[in-house]
């Protein structure tokens, strides 16, 4: 048997690059959107009339879907059963559909003065529309992991997960440092919505796009398969499989470190303009750009450090290094007399190589505890568990705020009030998250060393 018929579409560099760039930019519109309102939270309060509690009900609604109903769960079974042509084309139009719902909401007069549920009808619609769109991005998540294990397993799997992050993290830098500017310049704060729900358009058309390299690759692993003699097709998934990751202790350590991790980064960028303008005295106009380092600072790091992984190994000992970092920097964000804004732009790369470290080693372990047939579904799960800090935590905060953080109000250059918040309660809420993350991190180190998963050995294979 040559090895010219072992290739697979996969071996070639120029085609597994493409198909990742190609879904990289529907992640990228979906992280766009996901944080488009998060600089707006005054001039929701300007424009809107909305309080504290009204934007954290809102923001947390982007889990609510996902956890209470779970559809996240569903739709990793869904991957892994119906494929990856099928579940990521659904999820990203799904994200079209919710996003509209959330723009017309903001955008429209017709729900002035009604009431849902006990909420004004226009936070709710709002958030309807935005947990419709977490429904969408997280499946599309679960489905772009799928799709860099099955194009680049073997090879730089880690850069490219890191890669992937870091195009998508542009969408969140972006969003988060033009937001404000923009809804400014419009005086309107819904056009950073309708320019989302534009990139997500082009996001599924590039998605259908990627489905021909997909079915080629499937073509390809067939044909090489078939032609091996040695090779054992593998179990299909099995609902029984449900059980079998939930039984596993190395998927529960890097669930429970992922919802640590991320509920103490993405809520944390939800405020963090609020916090600039508060603490650090940044003028409103560009209070956004500092949080804004944050996801543009993952987008050199992640490559660099998943690089380091497929090379070198240490997963476990990133994530470790990581955890901690996050920690730091959230009790020195929490000390009152760190006020100076050039203090808070320090504190925001030191965050973004944090940022950057766990998600660069974490996402690529899961293969090496979990079989692939199973792979949609463990990432789904761990998606589901990591909404409910999504969901749970930008509730507290805003409750938190409106409860114990109120220092009075202040008038902006518009002439309008706007109230002012002490955000040491909130910062504490933070790291605490981070001493979490932090002993989940070396839980998973030591069952590694049990198990012999292998996260401490590198991803290229010789």
């Given amino acids: 048997m040559t090895e010219h018929i072992r290739k697979v579409l996969r071996d070639s560099k120029a085609a597994r690059w493409t198909a990742l760039l190609i879904v990289s930019f529907t992640m990228f519109a979906g992280y766009y959107l996901a944080d488009a309102m998060a600089p707006l939270q005054e001039m929701l309060e300007k424009q809107l009339h909305w309080d504290s509690t009204e934007y954290g009900f809102f923001t947390s609604a982007y889990g609510w879907f996902n956890v209470f109903l779970f559809f996240l769960i569903i739709g990793g079974i869904i991957l892994d059963k119906k494929g990856i042509r099928f579940t990521g084309t659904g999820a990203a139009a799904v994200m079209v559909a919710g996003t509209a719902l959330k723009y017309w909401a903001i955008s429209t007069h017709s729900l002035d003065g009604a009431i849902i549920f006990g909420w004004k009808a226009q936070v709710m619609m709002a958030a309807i529309g935005y947990a419709i769109f977490g429904v969408g991005v997280e499946i599309a998540g679960v489905t772009v992991s799928k799709i860099i294990v099955k194009w680049f397993k073997g090879h730089e799997m880690a850069f490219a997960m890191g890669l992937q992050v870091s195009i998508a993290r542009i969408g969140t830098g972006l969003a988060i440092s033009t937001a404000l500017p923009v809804s400014q310049v419009f005086g309107n704060v819904s056009v950073p919505v309708l320019f989302g729900l534009v990139l997500l358009c082009i996001g599924l058309i590039a998605f259908i796009i990627y489905n021909i390299s997909d079915k080629k690759l499937d073509v390809s692993l067939h044909e090489s398969t078939m032609a091996d003699e040695t090779y054992v097709a593998e179990e299909e998934f099995k609902t029984s499989d449900i059980f079998s ?3 596993n202790k190395g998927w529960w350590y890097i669930a429970i470190l992922c919802v640590l991790f991320y ?25 956004g750009l500092i949080p804004g380092l944050l996801p543009f600072g993952t987008i050199l790091f992640t490559p660099l450090f998943g690089s380091i992984y497929d090379k070198k190994g240490r997963g476990a000992t990133i994530m470790i290094i990581g955890s901690l970092i996050i920690l730091g920097v959230h009790l020195l964000f929490a000390v009152p007399f760190i006020n100076e804004s050039y203090m808070a732009f320090i504190l925001m790369i030191i965050l973004g190589i944090g940022f950057s470290l766990v998600p660069s080693a974490m996402w690529p372990s899961v293969p090496k505890i979990i079989p692939d047939r199973q792979l949609g579904t463990a990432y789904s799960l761990i998606f589901w568990v990591q909404n409910w800090g999504l969901m749970g935590v930008p509730l507290l905060i805003g409750w938190v705020l409106d409860k114990w953080c109120i220092t009075g109000t202040k008038i902006t250059a ?49």
Avoid: H, R
């Fill in 245 to 247: 990751i939930l039984k």
């Fill in 263 to 287: 509920s103490a980064v993405f809520p944390f960028l939800k405020y963090a303009t609020n916090l600039m303008t508060n603490k650090f005295g940044v003028a409103d106009d560009w209070a």
């Fill in 414 to 462: 518009d002439g309008s009030s706007v109230t002012t918040y002490n955000y040491q309660i909130p910062m504490l809420i933070f790291a605490g998250f981070g001493v979490l993350a932090l002993i989940f991190a070396f839980l998973l180190k030591a069952e590694d060393k049990k198990m012999g998963y292998g996260l401490e050995k590198p991803n290229i294979e010789d």
